[in-house]
């Protein structure tokens, strides 16, 4: 990770070298942990650090539509460029000391389609019309009402919660954190 920084953002590379040069001691009740590989839970750095480093993958990958978002990457091409990406993920990642989870992996795809890729095979099989992309759907469909139910009942769930703490403490989370931003960013994607 701090390679990549020294390589692509020098700028920060001290910042960074002062955070990330030495493995972190963290507590957990009668346990020691020593943190040494990458940045820590909740650095607002963190996703910086971690997209810097897969950055020069993603860019290498042939597939013509090439999302990444995170530890989140979705292709689309002819099932061969995609299943080729994809084992250039798994080698060059593994190399990079990040491995694919497959039991994470989507498929999405016609209820008719094939693939005779292994890698591929091993992912989750997801029928086109019932799947959404970081949260939204992909198409209208039975997949729109499911998630708004999910925001329904998220928004019932944290106002009947909401009762038992002072009104103003109540309002300032409901406004920054349960589910309002859900509900707007499906309501600006299914539009």
């Known amino acids: 990770m701090l390679l990549y920084v020294h390589r692509r953002i020098p700028e920060i590379f001290a910042y960074c070298?002062?955070?990330?040069?030495?493995?972190?001691?963290l507590f957990h009740g009668q346990y020691i942990v020593s943190s040494e590989v990458g940045p820590?839970?909740?650095?607002?750095v963190g996703p910086l650090l971690f997209c810097n480093a897969i950055q020069p993958l993603l860019n290498s990958?042939?597939?013509?539509?090439?999302?990444?978002?995170?530890?989140?990457?979705?292709?689309?091409?002819?099932?061969?460029?995609?299943?080729?990406?994809v084992a250039q993920i798994?080698?060059?990642?593994g190399d990079m000391g990040?491995?694919?989870?497959?039991?994470?992996?989507?498929?999405?795809?016609?209820?008719?389609?094939?693939?005779?890729?292994?890698?591929?095979?091993?992912?989750?099989?997801?029928d086109v019309c019932d799947d959404s992309l970081l949260g939204a759907p992909l198409f209208h469909s039975s997949q729109l009402d499911k998630l708004w139910n999910g925001c329904c009942d998220d928004l019932a769930r944290a106002a009947e919660r909401l009762?038992?703490?002072?009104?103003?403490?109540?309002?300032i989370l409901l406004r920054s954190s349960l589910s309002s931003c859900k509900v707007l960013h499906l309501l600006r994607c299914a539009a």
């Open 17 to 25: 070298h002062s955070a990330y040069g030495q493995p972190s001691v």
């Open 40 to 44: 820590q839970r909740g650095d607002p």
């Open 61 to 85: 990958l042939d597939s013509e539509l090439n999302l990444g978002h995170t530890d989140s990457v979705s292709l689309d091409d002819p099932a061969d460029g995609v299943a080729a990406d």
């Open 90 to 93: 798994a080698k060059v990642g």
């Open 98 to 126: 990040l491995h694919l989870n497959t039991s994470k992996g989507e498929l999405i795809g016609h209820s008719n389609f094939s693939t005779s890729d292994a890698l591929l095979q091993s992912f989750t099989r997801v």
């Open 163 to 171: 009762r038992d703490i002072g009104c103003q403490d109540a309002l």
